[in-house]
């Protein structure tokens, strides 16, 4: 039943989760067809399209399988507070060293990157490290991506620290 408020109904979760959807493709630079293409044709352009649309809901299956994709947790598209959880593409951020150790391979360069701030500011004591907005935006370059998506990808790794969630 439609109560008015936003995400009452099936029809508006589907679009919130389709627009977030769409943001993810676009960040990234991929059409429909690129999605298809990546995805080994698991996720084919024409349905990905009517679920940006938000025509049709995806299943949590496929919201699952969506959210992997484009490397990002799960409720960054479905929970009403997500977008809070994702950090602003302004400030610091403070990582957790711990996490950091045991991130994924891909986290490689970006732990390379923040060992190299400890030398310089000869940091070693403490169990977090703040990283400015330049620093962001230098470890960004490393990937060859957005600050914003590397953001996506340290909430995705689990390396922020409770303060920077």
Partial sequence: MNDGSPGSTEEDFAKVVGARLRALRKRRRLSLQAVEEKSGGR???????????????????????????????????V?????????????KLVLDLDALRNAPPEAERLATFVAS????????????????????????????????????KLVAWGVLAASSA
């Fill in 117 to 152: 701030i400890q030398r310089q500011r000869n940091d070693f004591g403490s169990p977090v490290l703040t990283i400015r907005s330049e620093d962001i935006s230098l470890a960004a370059l490393l990937y060859e991506i957005p600050p914003a998506e590397l953001r996506e």
């Fill in 79 to 91: 929970s009403d507070g997500a977008k809070s959880r994702i950090p602003s593409q302004e400030g």
């Fill in 43 to 77: 996720l084919r352009a024409v349905v990905v399209g009517s679920y940006e649309r938000g025509d049709r809901v995806a299943s949590i299956r496929r919201i699952a399988e969506l959210a992997e994709f484009y490397g990002v947790p799960v409720d960054t598209l």
